[in-house]
């Protein structure tokens, strides 16, 4: 097995890497440019921002793993448990010359998958027993190659830090303007006034500009995880059936599950949608079944070959 620093089989994707590297950098300038904002407008209080700040980045970025799981309800699971599960997932990882991450199951009848974890050597692949249960064996080899083409390629670890970093602005802003830093006996009722304003504007901007960057490196990393999960297993038929197998079942999942889903959304196989949400859905994280479909045919026509 390959160390977590090493090349998997998988293949490489310079179009996903670039986006990567844009997106944190974009939003690392943005959030780096808001804080000096803060401390240039609150000058007394700018150690404790800069203790929060940085505090909660690196507490989100260790810990996101453990906060993913829980939220979603994840439990490990032993060989001896599953083990359809983890054959599958042992035999994937040896085809792709991975470290095996670990594997959890959620008690869920929403049929999903997701992958987190801040590297491969921490990374945990989780499936819902919804999943477990309305997929056939080559269907879910599918999912989990795509899971762990998001965990070879690390980009789970670059939407957990994009994501929170565009929060966290909110965050500060909110301790900003709620923690009495506008209204010290140092500043004037004139300066007080101009935080409170440029302050929250500053933020809801930051926030806007994350919202879209990670929605467009989303959506163009589910399309690098089905090539990717397609080009390992050589079947990206199966990958197809259970795309369209769980699409359509998420679709009649009751619209008040589904709602308590979808703050993960991006972490997801599949989004957490109605038929109704995913037809209007701007914004989403994944790109539209047809296209996923599409790329889908376009691979086994070249395999084909």
């Known amino acids: 097995m390959s160390s977590s620093g090493q090349h998997t089989r998988f293949a490489p994707d310079r179009g996903l890497t670039s986006r990567m590297v844009a997106t944190m950098f974009v939003i690392g300038l943005l959030y780096v440019g808001f804080t000096g904002l803060l401390i240039a407008l609150l000058r007394g209080a700018w150690p404790l921002i800069v203790l929060i700040s ?5 507490a989100q970025f260790w ?10 309800g994840a439990r490990p699971v032993t060989a001896e448990q599953y083990p359809q599960l983890h054959g599958t997932i042992d035999r994937l990882c040896a085809l ?76 500060m802003t909110r301790i900003a303007m709620y923690g009495g830093f506008m209204g010290g006996r140092n500043n004037n009722d004139q300066n007080a ?12 901007v930051v926030y806007a500009i994350s919202f879209l960057l990670t929605r467009l490196l989303s959506r163009y990393r ?31 999942i009751p619209t008040e599950d589904l709602r ?36 889908l045919a376009r691979i086994s026509e070249q395999l084909g070959r």
Do not use: W
């Open 54 to 58: 940085g505090g909660l980045f690196v």
């Open 63 to 72: 810990f996101s793993d453990k906060i993913t799981e829980r939220a979603m």
């Open 96 to 171: 792709a010359d991975m470290t095996k991450p670990r594997v959890a199951v959620a008690d869920n009848d929403m049929p999903n998958a997701f992958a987190t974890g801040r590297n491969p050597r921490n990374a945990v692949v989780c499936v819902t027993t919804g999943l477990l249960r309305r997929l056939e064996p080559e269907e879910l080899e599918g999912v989990l190659a795509h899971e762990l083409s998001h965990v070879a390629h690390r980009d789970v670890a670059v939407m957990t830090i994009a994501g929170f970093l565009g929060v966290l602005a909110g965050a």
């Open 193 to 204: 006034a101009i935080a409170a304003l440029i302050i929250p504007l500053v933020s809801m």
């Open 222 to 252: 589910e399309l690098a995880a089905d090539r990717a999960a397609a080009q390992l297993t050589g079947r990206p038929s199966a990958l197809a059936s259970a795309l369209t197998k769980v699409t359509g079942q998420i679709s009649a």
């Open 260 to 295: 308590r889903s979808q703050p993960y959304n991006a972490f997801y196989f599949a989004p957490a949608l109605s038929a109704r949400e995913t037809a209007s859905q701007l914004f989403s994280t994944h790109p539209t079944l047809e296209k996923r479909l599409a790329q």
